[in-house]
């Protein structure tokens, strides 16, 4: 049904007048006072044409025109009354009136005045369609170029980096959160044998028990995508967003829509995963899944060289004899284990090991047995220590357990695990029982820790020296016990 024909005027003749003109040729005609014509022309689009008096006065009739201008409205405008100032007949005309009609030649003309201003107006809504077209595709446009632009930037900082340590930064820096509005990132993955999870929350500080409930839930999903059983409390984070004013807790996430996940593989097995929390349902939509594909596969790319590259590194980081890390690749990971430490504010704690009577031992039953005996206290020493502990060759019969975010008493705890593993192992030569035990020396940085020289910052070298006393303290001790007795 077409839409009616507004009439709006303040004689019942004149209404009378336009049913009896226009609805013989179809058109619906509702009249209309002047006080109540405004809330009907807050009827946005109800009316397909809208025929005033002009009479009504020009302030009436420009506040109708302007009523019907701020809702958009798409209706033709026609104006009658007595002859009027043709300058003021133009100035309505500018304001978007289409013809303005001498009252008595209404009956000759009303009719061809309609049909033109309807014809006008659906020309005049088809050209609104276009702009609205067009200014969608104009803004499709600008979007897909965020969106290359952030791939290209994405692939410049991240396709070949084989250092994951800040990752995330360079993911947000490449610019994520132009193209993707979130309010939770997390990614993990694996380098070598240690899991890693970085989180980010746009403007929020993670707290620990919500990065808890995070590493939890990352696990699972991993689990879910992959078959492979992750233990939570073997993940480590590399990144954790912080310094905001405000905290974001597992109530913040819970009210936004789920995650979108994404695997990271260039193989069948999952290296890693993303996990992406939307701030509204529209956020990832099927114009941007081909996107996040690609976001994932860059990631996948840059992961699968930081493992590969990382597996070469292992292998010359090695101890020859024992497997473990040797000495020079124990320098730089307490190094980087140091910044990280005092970066995130976490304590980083080192225990030093040496075998006690390794002299006695090479000479009693010779350098092949000695040998065996590093490689099995080396092998004790792994199977007592986290996937994230650094266990290291210092050289000779010293070892070294770098233990991150572990404090002085959790670290105690370790060597007394470590010392009964060693008890209860059987090390053996040519049918003759050997026994083997360690003396040790641990410093930390948290509680009870070290403290350096306050006219300098402390580091690494702080927590070796501080380490390696204690070891000598403990061995001076030993030595005292063996001579009093």
């Keep these: 049904m077409n839409k009616p024909i507004l009439i709006i005027s303040e004689h019942d003749a004149d209404h009378q007048q336009f049913k009896h003109l226009l609805e013989p040729r179809g058109y619906s005609v509702q009249g209309a006072l002047p006080d109540l014509a405004a809330s009907l022309l807050d009827q946005v689009d109800a009316h397909a044409a809208v025929i005033m008096d002009y009479d009504l006065g020009k302030d009436t009739v420009h506040t109708c025109l302007a009523r019907l201008q701020s809702h958009h409205s798409t209706a033709c405008m026609i104006l009658y009354g007595r002859k009027s100032d043709p300058d003021d007949v133009s100035e309505v005309l500018q304001k978007g009136v289409y013809a303005y009609l001498e009252r008595q030649l209404i009956p000759d003309r009303i009719i061809d005045t309609l049909l033109g201003g309807l014809e006008n107006r659906k020309a005049f809504i088809h050209i609104l369609k276009m702009m609205d077209q067009l200014e969608t595709e104009k803004s499709a446009l600008k979007r897909k170029n965020r969106e290359l632009n952030f791939i290209n930037r994405l692939s410049s900082k991240v396709a070949y ?96 829509p789920p995650p979108l996940i994404l695997a990271l593989n260039t193989g069948a097995v999952p290296m890693g995963m993303v996990s992406m929390v939307p701030r509204s349902p529209t956020t990832f939509s099927p114009e941007n899944s081909e996107l996040m594909s690609t976001l994932a596969n860059i990631l996948a790319m840059s992961l699968n060289n930081a493992q590969k590259f990382n597996r070469l590194r292992e292998r010359s980081a090695s101890d020859g004899l024992t497997g473990l890390y040797n000495h020079k690749r124990f320098k730089e990971l307490i190094k980087t284990e140091f910044e990280r430490s005092a970066r995130y504010g976490k304590p980083v704690t080192l225990v030093m090991l040496d075998g006690d009577g390794f002299k006695e031992i090479n000479d009693t039953y010779g350098h092949l047995a000695g040998d065996m005996v590093l490689q099995e206290l080396a092998g004790c020493l792994n199977q007592s220590v986290r996937a994230t502990d650094v266990v290291a060759r210092y050289g000779g019969d010293e070892f070294t357990i770098l233990l991150p975010e572990t404090d002085l008493k959790m670290a105690e705890v370790m060597v007394q695990r470590i010392e009964q593993r060693i008890a209860d192992h059987v090390f053996e030569w040519n049918g003759h029982g050997i026994d083997v035990s360690v003396s040790y020396g641990i410093a930390t940085t948290g509680k009870n820790g070290i403290r350096p020289n306050p006219l300098r910052q402390m580091d690494e070298q702080d927590l070796i020296h501080q380490a390696d006393m204690n070891l000598y303290r403990m061995k001076q001790a030993r030595a005292r016990q063996k001579t009093d007795y």
């Design 161 to 256: 980096d084989l250092n994951w340590d800040e990752i995330t930064p360079r993911i947000l820096d490449a610019g994520l959160l132009d193209v993707v509005d979130l309010t939770l990132f997390a990614l993990l993955y694996r380098i070598g044998d240690i899991w890693h999870l970085a989180c980010h929350a746009p403007d929020k500080t993670i707290r620990p028990d919500t990065f808890h409930v995070i590493k939890n839930d990352m696990a699972a999903k991993f689990m879910t995508l992959s078959g492979e059983d992750i233990d939570p409390d073997q993940i480590t984070h590399t990144q954790l967003s912080q310094g905001a004013e405000s905290t974001i807790d597992m109530s913040d996430i819970s009210v936004y």
